[in-house]
């Protein structure tokens, strides 16, 4: 079953060679994404899904609900694309390679302005030609109603004609195909009405429904509309994504000169410039200049960042004080900006369970719907001694009335609802059932480095003194190893200005050396530094050692640092009934420090990729249902096996590949509201299925029994999609529920945290 597909009538099947659009993966695979307009219901997806895994090379072909597009994946060199367009068109769905405007993310939303323009058209038609069945029934009789019925029929035949041509168009491209969709039995109840109508005045008789025509398009225009709606503000938040994509950049040239350059025509190495005011239109590193960039779109926190000289920055940023002059790394389709518009794009990629019910269900529908229809119509013709204008109105009736568009959305509209709302979060949803899962989850398992903690180390409080802290700046400043990184930031927060070291030198695999006051000075391992491990008080944590010449060593250990909120969301959890675990390839020391810091009791040390990966497979055969919480590759089998998997912006390409949620922001308070958003959202889908079934039983035995008119069956039919979405949009106010709740449990500790960090800095 198909609906809404449509072929280009003035450009034909294909345009160009779909080749030249596909994007070559690092897999050696391509990819190619598809503007698939005529998608607009669950049956689409089927359809067109069913029908592209009939081509063999594909290895992977997946409809976008939300953005109406298809994206296919092969890894044969030799197989061309144009097939999957031709494919497509033999199934009735006009396609082309992805173009923005094409696929509405453009202002000029010509769908939508077609619908209003229809919805107007038809609400107009409907209120003059109801003003005018005023007349007939107040009474009026013979010529004078006659008169008032070919008036309406002048109104409504072109209204029709106008504000139908949705539903006319898809029921056209799916009957062109021998398949069924429900706007076959919509155009054919309209039209039946139409022309019944027409016969009904041509003969003088007392009812004609016009009226019922027009309204019954009118209604049905604003169930589509209200759809087509939640589906842009669905898409809003890639919409916005899309906006921050820069057409070209300022190119400072070798001899000095600056040209504007389009994004295609960009290279690595080139120098961009960027004035105050201006977003980043690429990623690089910046090579002059300092400002201060709002990188909340990176990092989520709208803090700006103070960049200078050897700063990386990403597309999509903006510059707020000074002028920058940035060495382009990547621009276009492989910045972190396209990367972030790729994973929201993907935010209904694959469907639920639920859906793929909808999808059966609305399958066996619109066979079972003509079939009602049939036997109203028999059923009435043998009460009614074969009156067929009566049968056949309450066949109409039954045809309008049993459109399954609630039972069509009753899932996605959640969906929608509910990746917009993490979204606004800052959670992006790559896959659309990983809501239904993580409603489903039992056990949380966290990664320590980089998700638990931020993956950055912090010099530890320490009896280190402020000259030892400035010479080893000193030394450090000049080096980009994490550790040499921490002790430089280490100074700067103590206020210290790093000590004048000269002729400052790198040690591969050792460290630092260099000259401080005429006496040679070393900064860096242990053994190189003559400081054995045994006399360290703790062997579990980084360390670095310094040397004056003439002075002992100075030990400086570092740790990583907790996500801020993370014991509280592991508390909120927990008090979910939900068991939290930590797996980790560290050290048992600093396994067993930052369990304790956020509450976890039970945790492993020392975990191989291949262990963490048997041990949730292990869960899964116990029958638990695993979130898994991860961000670097040895965590990617893990979060592949687990029942739905999360990670963290920070991750490596290949752990936010494999996680089906990504959160943005330091905090892990992502985690538990992800879970508590999913818990509300399935309890929504599974009211929409109530509401929709409930409707359906009530609606059909009424349309058959001769109590509804199309009329009514048209405002009852619509008024059902217009509570689905309605009660789909209730999502939207629990956000503001949940975070009020979150910064209760996180207060006292707050609280009491604060005086104790005060005390520490005062002392320092």
Same mark, same amino acid.
């Given at each position: 079953?198909?609906?809404?597909?449509?072929?280009?009538?003035?450009?034909?099947?294909?345009?160009?060679?779909?080749?030249?659009?596909?994007?070559?993966?690092?897999?050696?695979?391509?990819?190619?994404?598809?503007?698939?307009?005529?998608?607009?219901?669950?049956?689409?997806?089927?359809?067109?899904?069913?029908?592209?895994?009939?081509?063999?090379?594909?290895?992977?072909?997946? @409809?976008?609900?939300? #953005?109406? *597009?298809?994206?296919?994946?092969?890894?044969?060199?030799? $197989? !061309?694309?144009? +097939?999957? %367009?031709?494919?497509?068109?033999?199934?009735?769905?006009?396609?082309?390679?992805?173009?923005?405007?094409?696929?509405?993310?453009?202002?000029?939303?010509?769908?939508?302005?077609?619908?209003?323009?229809?919805?107007?058209?038809?609400?107009?038609?409907?209120?003059?030609?109801?003003?005018?069945?005023?007349?007939?029934?107040?009474?009026?009789?013979?010529?004078?109603?006659?008169?008032?019925?070919?008036?309406?029929?002048?109104?409504?035949?072109?209204?029709?004609?106008?504000?139908?041509?949705?539903?006319?168009?898809?029921?056209?491209?799916?009957?062109?195909?021998?398949?069924?969709?429900?706007?076959?039995?919509?155009?054919?109840?309209?039209?039946?009405? @139409?022309?019944?109508? #027409?016969? *009904?005045?041509?003969?003088?008789?007392?009812?004609?429904? $016009? !009226?019922?025509? +027009?309204? %019954?398009?009118?209604?049905?225009?604003?169930?589509?509309?209200?759809?087509?709606?939640?589906?842009?503000?669905?898409?809003?938040?890639?919409?916005?994504?899309?906006?921050?994509?820069?057409?070209?950049?300022?190119?400072?040239?070798?001899?000095?000169?600056?040209?504007?350059?389009?994004?295609?025509?960009?290279?690595?190495?080139?120098?961009?410039?960027?004035?105050?005011?201006?977003?980043?239109?690429?990623?690089?590193?910046?090579?002059?200049?300092?400002?201060?960039?709002?990188?909340?779109?990176?990092?989520?926190?709208?803090?700006?960042?103070?960049?200078?000289?050897?700063?990386?920055?990403?597309?999509?940023?903006?510059?707020?004080?000074?002028?920058?002059?940035?060495?382009?790394?990547?621009?276009?389709?492989?910045?972190?900006?396209?990367?972030?518009?790729?994973?929201?794009?993907?935010?209904?990629?694959?469907?639920?369970?639920?859906?793929?019910?909808?999808?059966?269900?609305?399958?066996?529908?619109?066979?079972?719907?003509?079939?009602?229809?049939?036997?109203?119509?028999?059923?009435?013709?043998?009460?009614?001694?074969?009156?067929?204008?009566?049968?056949?109105?309450?066949?109409?009736?039954?045809?309008?009335?049993?459109?399954?568009?609630?039972?069509?959305?009753?899932?996605?509209?959640?969906?929608?609802?509910?990746?917009?709302?993490?979204?606004?979060?800052?959670?992006?949803?790559?896959?659309?059932?990983?809501?239904?899962?993580?409603?489903?989850?039992?056990?949380?398992?966290?990664?320590?480095?980089?998700?638990?903690?931020?993956?950055?180390?912090?010099?530890?409080?320490?009896?280190?003194?402020?000259?030892?802290?400035?010479?080893?700046?000193?030394?450090?400043?000049?080096?980009?190893?994490?550790?040499?990184?921490?002790?430089?930031?280490?100074?700067?927060?103590?206020?210290?200005?790093?000590?004048?070291?000269?002729?400052?030198?790198?040690?591969?695999?050792?460290?630092?050396?260099?000259?401080?006051?005429?006496?040679?000075?070393?900064?860096?391992?242990?053994?190189?530094?003559?400081?054995?491990?045994?006399?360290?008080?703790?062997?579990?944590?980084?360390?670095?050692?310094?040397?004056?010449?003439?002075?002992?060593?100075?030990?400086?250990?570092?740790?990583?640092?907790?996500?801020?909120?993370?014991?509280?969301?592991?508390?909120?959890?927990?008090?979910?009934?939900?068991?939290?675990?930590?797996?980790?390839?560290?050290?048992?020391?600093?396994?067993?420090?930052?369990?304790?810091?956020?509450?976890?009791?039970?945790?492993?040390?020392?975990?191989?990729?291949?262990?963490?990966?048997?041990?949730?497979?292990?869960?899964?055969?116990?029958?638990?249902?695993?979130?898994?919480?991860?961000?670097?590759?040895?965590?990617?089998?893990?979060?592949?096996?687990?029942?739905?998997?999360?990670?963290?912006?920070?991750?490596?390409?290949?752990?936010?590949?494999?996680?089906?949620?990504?959160?943005?922001?330091?905090?892990?308070?992502?985690?538990?509201?992800?879970?508590?958003?999913?818990?509300?959202?399935?309890?929504?889908?599974?009211?929409?299925?109530?509401?929709?079934?409930?409707?359906?039983?009530?609606?059909?035995?009424?349309?058959?029994?001769?109590?509804?008119?199309?009329?009514?069956?048209?405002?009852?039919?619509?008024?059902?999609?217009?509570?689905?979405?309605?009660?789909?949009?209730?999502?939207?106010?629990?956000?503001?529920?949940?975070?009020?709740?979150?910064?209760?449990?996180?207060?006292?500790?707050?609280?009491?945290?604060?005086?104790?960090?005060?005390?520490?800095?005062?002392?320092?």
């Amino acid at each position: 079953m198909s609906c809404c597909g449509i072929r280009g009538e003035e450009t034909g099947d294909v345009v160009g060679s779909a080749a030249l659009w596909a994007r070559a993966l690092p897999d050696g695979c391509h990819e190619l994404t598809l503007s698939v307009p005529g998608i607009h219901c669950a049956a689409c997806i089927s359809t067109i899904e069913k029908g592209l895994r009939e081509i063999p090379q594909l290895r992977e072909a997946r @409809v976008n609900f939300t #953005l109406r *597009q298809v994206r296919v994946r092969w890894c044969d060199d030799g $197989f !061309d694309p144009d +097939v999957v %367009l031709h494919k497509l068109a033999d199934l009735g769905y006009e396609a082309r390679p992805f173009d923005p405007e094409a696929a509405g993310f453009a202002r000029d939303d010509a769908e939508g302005r077609e619908l209003l323009r229809a919805l107007a058209v038809a609400g107009f038609a409907a209120g003059n030609i109801m003003m005018l069945s005023i007349s007939v029934w107040s009474g009026a009789e013979g010529a004078t109603r006659d008169f008032f019925h070919w008036i309406s029929a002048a109104i409504a035949i072109p209204a029709v004609a106008y504000a139908g041509r949705p539903f006319f168009r898809s029921a056209f491209a799916a009957l062109s195909q021998a398949r069924m969709n429900m706007d076959v039995p919509i155009s054919l109840a309209v039209i039946t009405a @139409v022309f019944m109508s #027409l016969y *009904q005045t041509a003969t003088h008789q007392q009812h004609a429904y $016009f !009226d019922a025509a +027009v309204s %019954l398009l009118f209604f049905l225009l604003i169930g589509r509309y209200l759809d087509h709606r939640m589906r842009a503000r669905a898409r809003s938040a890639v919409t916005q994504l899309m906006a921050l994509h820069a057409e070209g950049a300022t190119v400072l040239k070798p001899d000095g000169s600056r040209a504007f350059l389009p994004i295609s025509e960009l290279q690595p190495g080139m120098l961009v410039q960027v004035a105050p005011g201006e977003r980043i239109p690429v990623d690089g590193m910046v090579e002059e200049g300092e400002s201060d960039v709002d990188m909340a779109l990176i990092t989520g926190e709208t803090t700006p960042e103070r960049v200078a000289p050897g700063a990386d920055v990403f597309a999509g940023a903006r510059n707020i004080t000074g002028p920058l002059l940035v060495r382009l790394k990547a621009a276009g389709e492989d910045t972190f900006l396209a990367e972030m518009i790729r994973l929201m794009a993907a935010a209904e990629k694959s469907r639920s369970a639920y859906v793929r019910l909808a999808d059966r269900l609305a399958g066996y529908y619109a066979p079972a719907v003509h079939i009602l229809a049939g036997v109203t119509l028999a059923g009435w013709l043998f009460a009614t001694g074969f009156n067929w204008p009566v049968s056949l109105l309450h066949a109409i009736s039954v045809l309008i009335i049993t459109c399954p568009c609630a039972l069509g959305l009753a899932v996605p509209a959640v969906q929608v609802v509910a990746a917009g709302v993490l979204f606004r979060s800052g959670v992006m949803v790559k896959d659309g059932s990983a809501l239904e899962k993580l409603a489903e989850v039992d056990t949380v398992i966290f990664d320590k480095t980089g998700t638990l903690t931020l993956g950055q180390l912090r010099l530890r409080e320490g009896a280190v003194s402020a000259e030892a802290l400035a010479v080893a700046a000193g030394l450090a400043q000049g080096s980009a190893h994490p550790l040499s990184r921490a002790i430089v930031e280490a100074a700067q927060q103590r206020g210290i200005t790093p000590a004048i070291v000269r002729a400052v030198e790198e040690v591969p695999g050792h460290g630092l050396k260099g000259v401080w006051q005429e006496r040679n000075v070393q900064l860096g391992a242990l053994d190189w530094c003559g400081v054995r491990e045994e006399e360290l008080a703790a062997p579990d944590v980084p360390h670095l050692a310094l040397v004056v010449e003439g002075s002992r060593p100075v030990l400086f250990s570092f740790s990583d640092t907790l996500r801020p909120d993370a014991r509280e969301t592991i508390a909120l959890l927990k008090q979910q009934g939900l068991r939290v675990e930590m797996l980790s390839g560290d050290r048992e020391g600093p396994v067993r420090a930052t369990a304790r810091e956020a509450g976890i009791e039970h945790y492993q040390a020392r975990c191989t990729p291949q262990q963490k990966l048997a041990y949730v497979e292990e869960l899964a055969r116990s029958g638990a249902k695993v979130l898994m919480v991860g961000d670097g590759i040895n965590d990617a089998p893990a979060l592949a096996a687990g029942h739905v998997s999360m990670a963290p912006s920070t991750a490596s390409d290949i752990g936010r590949t494999a996680a089906q949620l990504v959160f943005l922001s330091e905090s892990l308070q992502p985690v538990w509201l992800s879970h508590q958003v999913a818990m509300r959202a399935r309890r929504l889908m599974l009211q929409n299925f109530a509401l929709a079934l409930i409707y359906n039983v009530v609606a059909v035995p009424v349309a058959m029994l001769g109590f509804a008119t199309p009329l009514f069956a048209a405002i009852a039919m619509s008024g059902s999609s217009i509570v689905v979405v309605g009660n789909a949009l209730r999502l939207n106010f629990v956000e503001r529920r949940l975070l009020k709740r979150f910064g209760r449990a996180s207060a006292p500790r707050k609280a009491a945290a604060a005086p104790a960090t005060m005390h520490e800095r005062e002392a320092a």
